[in-house]
């Protein structure tokens, strides 16, 4: 029989659940030997090919397609984007925890959407300036998409950016990621406000994630919410190069290697004295460039 193609889904001991590009029927599936040989594991997010076998139970897959990029916390596979969320208030989310994820997404050169979330919560003057400061701040730099699930704002157009994607959907614990796929596909029926208790509890989450199928096309990972973000694997000298803003002022300081702090006549400087790079990312810059230096 001809192979088919697929989409790996879930990765659980030596079987694979694959769902199939054209007809989205789920299968569980063998490995053939000559991967264990080659020592290739398939992985959430990668396309496969397969074949059904007699029985029709089960599939076997044949060969694995080259891979467009890997995330690895958590293991996924061909992602097209990375969905922050993110909040002002309930949890009240720092900006150089934002920063923080936003460098980690540059290096892996990935497309990233904002969406801010909770929005029924902004009510009073303190809260709507706080929500001013953060639109002047992104909105610049990144696509950003204001949601509730109380008034369901914006949910339609949040859908319109997932369809026929691949996507994770990041961000501290408790900002509503589950709560938005809950409203994006009731279908999925996540579980709201529980893995944050289990987070408290120190449990490890699965490092596999799983890839959910939104019913009007597209897929999501649900990654568990991260309490902090550490950036230790990175060299302080690469930060600069994730603050896009920054680059195209770089070429203009007057030392090469230039990390914008300390230096005299920098370009990067003289940009945020001016108000055209932002006072907020050019301190977090700075705080994470020390932080990396000790
Ligand atoms: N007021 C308000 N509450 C919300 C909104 N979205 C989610 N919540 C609530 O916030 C809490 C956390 O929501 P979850 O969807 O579990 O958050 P999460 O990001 O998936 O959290 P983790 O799985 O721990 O990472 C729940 O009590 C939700 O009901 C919103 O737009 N407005
Ligand atoms: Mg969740
Ligand atoms: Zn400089």
Same mark, same amino acid.
């Given at each position: 029989m001809a192979w088919k193609k697929a989409i790996v889904v879930r990765f659980h001991s030596n079987m694979v659940t694959v769902q199939d590009l054209e007809t989205h029927q789920r299968l569980e599936c063998y490995?053939?030997?000559?991967?264990? +040989? /080659?020592?290739?594991?398939? +992985?959430?997010?990668?396309?496969?090919?397969?074949?059904? /076998?007699?029985?029709?139970?089960?599939? #076997?897959?044949?060969? =694995?397609?080259?891979?467009?990029?890997?995330?690895?916390?958590?293991?996924?596979?061909? +992602?097209? /984007?990375?969905?922050?969320? #993110?909040?002002?208030? @309930?949890?009240?989310? @720092?900006?150089? =925890?934002? @920063?923080?994820?936003?460098?980690?997404?540059?290096?892996?050169?990935?497309?990233?959407?904002?969406? &801010?979330?909770?929005?029924?919560? +902004?009510?009073? /003057?303190?809260?709507?300036?706080?929500?001013?400061?953060? &639109?002047? =701040?992104?909105?610049?730099?990144?696509?950003?998409?204001?949601?509730?699930?109380? #008034?369901?704002?914006?949910?339609? &157009?949040?859908?319109?950016?997932?369809?026929?994607?691949?996507?994770t959907f990041a961000g501290l614990s408790g900002v509503g990621k589950s709560s938005l796929l809950n409203l994006l596909d009731p279908q999925l029926n996540l579980k709201v406000g529980e893995i944050s208790k289990k987070l408290k509890r120190g449990k490890h989450t699965t490092t596999y994630g799983e890839l959910l199928y939104l019913d009007f096309g597209g897929f999501i990972v649900d990654t568990p919410g991260f309490a902090n973000l550490e950036l230790e694997s990175f060299d302080k000298d690469e930060i600069k190069y994730y603050f896009i803003e920054f680059l195209k002022y770089q070429p203009y300081c007057t030392f090469t290697d230039c990390s914008h702090t300390v230096e005299p006549d920098c370009a990067v400087k003289a940009a945020v004295e001016k108000g055209d790079i932002s006072l907020s990312r050019y301190n977090n810059y700075c705080v994470i460039y020390r932080e990396l230096n000790q």
């Open positions: 490995l053939r030997g000559k991967f264990k +040989i /080659q020592k290739i594991r398939p +992985i959430v997010g990668d396309y496969v090919e397969y074949s059904v /076998q007699e029985n029709g139970n089960y599939g #076997t897959i044949e060969n =694995i397609l080259p891979r467009k990029n890997q995330l690895f916390r958590p293991t996924v596979a061909n +992602i097209d /984007q990375v969905v922050l969320v #993110t909040t002002l208030k @309930d949890p009240k989310v @720092d900006l150089l =925890i934002v @920063d923080k994820f936003l460098v980690q997404v540059e290096k892996e050169k990935l497309e990233v959407i904002i969406v &801010l979330n909770k929005m029924d919560l +902004i009510n009073s /003057q303190e809260e709507k300036s706080k929500l001013k400061e953060f &639109l002047e =701040i992104y909105k610049p730099l990144y696509p950003i998409i204001c949601t509730s699930k109380i #008034t369901k704002e914006n949910i339609d &157009l949040l859908k319109s950016v997932l369809k026929g994607k691949i996507s």
